[in-house]
């Protein structure tokens, strides 16, 4: 090759940036034409993303489980130290979050629906019973 088109090359130019910092250009970055290399590249890539996400998950289960653990210390202390003061737990009203988000809507709307047709019904007069035909004897 000549002086001239390794200017003009994008690649030499990138080797020699690389090989001017002391180390040599990542394999990465290689660019190549074989079809089956870079299968292979894609196979490993994919490999190691799977491998992060599933300590990705791992990390945050852990992270979860520690902040259940915390939460269930924290009340245990709060509540040894309200019956170590002779006290009755106050009776608060702690709203619960709710975990399913928005999803539960048909739940809830059928559950207010049964409510309704329950008030209705109670609220409308009972229908009479019908009166007993006296037994005929024989």
């Known amino acids: 090759m000549s002086t001239e088109n390794k200017a003009q090359d994008p690649m030499e130019f990138m080797r020699g940036m690389w090989s001017k910092m002391g180390f040599s250009l990542p394999g990465m ?5 074989d079809v089956e290399e870079l299968d292979k ?3 490993d890539m994919k490999a190691v993303e799977n491998w992060l996400k599933m300590n990705l998950s791992s990390l945050q289960m852990a992270t979860q489980a520690l902040e259940m653990q915390r939460a269930t210390i924290a009340t245990m202390q709060a509540m040894s130290k309200i019956v170590s ?14 975990p399913f988000g928005n999803t539960m809507w048909p739940w809830n709307l059928m559950q207010n629906a049964a ?3 329950k008030a209705q019904a109670d609220a409308a ?8 035909k006296p037994k005929e004897s024989k």
């Open 85 to 98: 003061e002779g006290g009755k737990p106050p009776e608060v009203e702690v709203p619960q979050p709710n």
């Open 41 to 43: 590249r894609i196979a």
């Open 115 to 117: 409510e309704q047709a």
């Open 29 to 33: 970055v290689t660019p190549t034409l």
């Open 125 to 132: 007069p009972a229908p009479a019973a019908p009166a007993k």
